[in-house]
């Protein structure tokens, strides 16, 4: 029997990368397809912000080869907030839901991005789909102007 508080299980979404290498298998035990030099991971993680009894769900945005090394302590990381009411995604903002792993409609806040300790995050919640992490880069590109979004 799991013990996972959530009842459905999602794979991680590796992306191939010519730097990428196979770290996240060799730290975390993450399956890596074979001979792919995989070079990110989108994952939905909680961290206990703005306290310990309130975590929310955060995207993790940093590059794995920076998130797995032992040099950096911190990742950069979008929060995430429930979807409440009638309330409708504001230009900065992303839905994701269940089939992103998460437990009803959820807002990525892409106009914010947090730098958090990697010792804080707690349970997996889940791994945003291609189809989400392609709208979170353009949210991301509109909201801080980036040339070509």
Known sequence: MSTSPYPLKFRP????????GRKLQTILSKQLPEHKQIGESWEIYDFPYPSAGQP?????????????????DQVNALMCVSLRGKNQP???DVRLNGS??????????????????????????????V??????ARTLGRCFEFAGF
């Open 13 to 20: 979404r590796f992306v191939e990368k010519i730097w990428g």
């Open 56 to 72: 929310h769900p955060f995207v993790i945005l940093s590059p794995t080869v920076l998130a797995e090394s032992v040099q950096y």
């Open 90 to 92: 504001k230009l900065r």
């Open 100 to 129: 992103d792993g998460l437990d009803g409609p959820t807002l990525v806040r892409c106009h914010f991005i947090f730098t958090l300790p990697k010792a804080g995050f707690g349970s997996r919640r889940g791994v945003a789909t």
């Open 131 to 136: 189809v989400r992490r392609r709208e979170i």
